[in-house]
């Protein structure tokens, strides 16, 4: 049996496939714009491989789009065929792979961690537990699940930089700054395409307040653009929040055009809904809009595609931004679908958060545009203390955040504003009133 280029055995006797399979984990380590592609020559070399089947059904559920469930749950039963063919932490890939598609998140992470506790050099285990840490708030496991794995990986293990870029990561979410900012600076000064350490790095100088030294960082680095996939929208999203803090909102509905949501992009036209990519957008528009700048017609657009994402329930952070998109273009009645869809959501893990932080968050979305302060923060403001269980990131959390403080301000309610503004600054380094989302309140 081959082994892959961590030292992994893996299920096929082809090099080509397992070459291909190879780079196709590198890529998604890297988000890199070839990783499909990388796949689908892992599999034209050898159409019966166990992994590479698996991650083709993997690659419709990391998509977070409902549309994809079906074909990725008939091509999971399809790599079950292939298991005899497959090593006992192959099949634990399937077995978490099943899980995510059945909604148990909680039992494909335990699953994921198992592998990583045999092989702790399996990337792709560590990659995926990583993803879903995030995308669950979980930040202490985010980090701890890195630590524990790192401990097995040598320095000239290929993709240990990445590792530490993850690490590096989970530490800022942490709010361990200065150990996460040595960590992604040294990754990307190994391998200058380590996004997600220019990503890092980028989070930190943000929750730092330095923001001329993060505009800096990512202007240096916008060679890790070239070959990307659509987390390049992510990045220059952080570039116009550092922007908006430091010089204010000239001339960011042009870079709203041309670097967040360009349609003219062959990567924005391949997938013209990506949930990331619908979050970028909608909370650049909603921040600027509450700086007075008048953003026009682009609201339609999203509003179109969050409409059409009305019951997906696949990423819960996604949610109260197309609440946003809907309501900014008067689509009150497809957002109260939108919520219903929400009070709907019943898979194991997602669930219970949907009901008790994701339908708050959107009606307090709806009821801020419909200029009902009071009712957003009667929604909002109950939950505050658990916005973290949407998942994502501190600065991308903390739209929910100037909301709140917008309609208390608006309402008159100088205890709400002054309370929240105290938990806003303790959440990082900079004082609220310093921050130009906040300086009006």
Not at 14 to 22: E, I, M, Q, T
Not at 303 to 318: P, V
Not at 366 to 387: D, F, T, Y
Request: glycine share 6%; charged share 25%; aromatic share 8%.
């Amino acid at each position: 049996m081959l082994k892959d280029r961590r030292g992994l055995e893996a299920s096929t006797d082809n090099p080509a496939a397992l070459a291909a399979f190879d780079d196709m984990v590198d890529g998604y380590v890297t988000f890199h714009v070839d990783t499909t592609k990388r796949l689908g020559e892992a599999l034209k070399a050898d159409p019966g491989f166990f992994m590479a089947n698996v991650m083709k059904a993997g690659m419709a559920l990391l998509s977070l789009n409902a549309k994809n469930l079906d074909r990725a749950k008939a091509g999971l039963a399809h790599a079950a065929t292939l298991a005899e063919k497959a090593n006992a932490r192959e099949r634990r890939h399937l077995e978490a792979m099943q899980a995510w598609a059945e909604g148990d998140l909680d039992r494909a992470l335990r699953t994921w961690e198992s592998i990583l506790a045999l092989h702790p050099t399996d990337l792709l285990a560590l990659r995926l537990a990583h993803f879903h840490y995030f995308w669950l708030g979980r930040s202490a496991r985010m980090l701890d699940s890195v630590v524990a794995a790192r401990r097995g990986w040598k320095s000239d293990t290929p993709g240990a930089s990445w590792v530490a870029s993850m690490e590096a990561f989970g530490r800022e979410e942490c709010g361990e700054y200065p150990e996460a900012e040595h960590l992604a600076r040294e990754a990307v000064a190994y391998d200058p395409n380590d996004r997600w350490g220019v990503h890092a790095v980028a989070h930190v100088l943000e929750m730092q307040g330095r923001t001329a030294d993060g505009i800096a960082w990512l202007d240096e680095n916008q060679g890790c653009h070239a070959q990307a996939n659509n987390f390049l929208f992510h990045l220059t999203w952080h570039r116009a929040l550092l922007q908006l803090e430091q010089d204010g909102p000239d001339g960011l509905l042009a870079w709203y055009d041309t670097r967040v949501r360009d349609h003219s992009s062959p990567l924005v036209q391949a997938l013209p809904d990506l949930y990331i990519d619908l979050q970028n957008a909608a909370s650049l528009l909603w921040r600027l809009e509450h700086l007075g700048v008048d953003v026009g017609p682009r609201w339609k657009e999203l509003a179109d595609k969050a409409e059409a994402r009305i019951g997906d329930g696949s990423n819960l952070f996604t949610l109260p931004h197309l609440a946003m998109a809907l309501a900014a273009d008067g689509r009150f009645a497809a957002a109260d679908k939108l919520i219903d869809g929400v009070e709907a959501i019943a898979t194991p893990t997602l669930g219970p958060v949907a009901a008790g932080i994701a339908l708050p968050s959107c009606r307090a979305a709806v009821h801020h545009r419909r200029g009902e302060w009071k009712e957003a923060i009667a929604a909002l403001m109950p939950v505050r203390a658990e916005l973290w269980r949407l998942g994502a990131s501190h600065a991308q959390r903390d739209l929910l955040w100037q909301l709140l403080v917008d309609a208390a301000k608006k309402a008159g309610d100088e205890e709400a504003v002054s309370t929240l503004m105290v938990e806003v600054t303790a959440m990082r380094p900079v004082p609220a009133a310093e921050r130009r989302p906040y300086a009006s309140a």
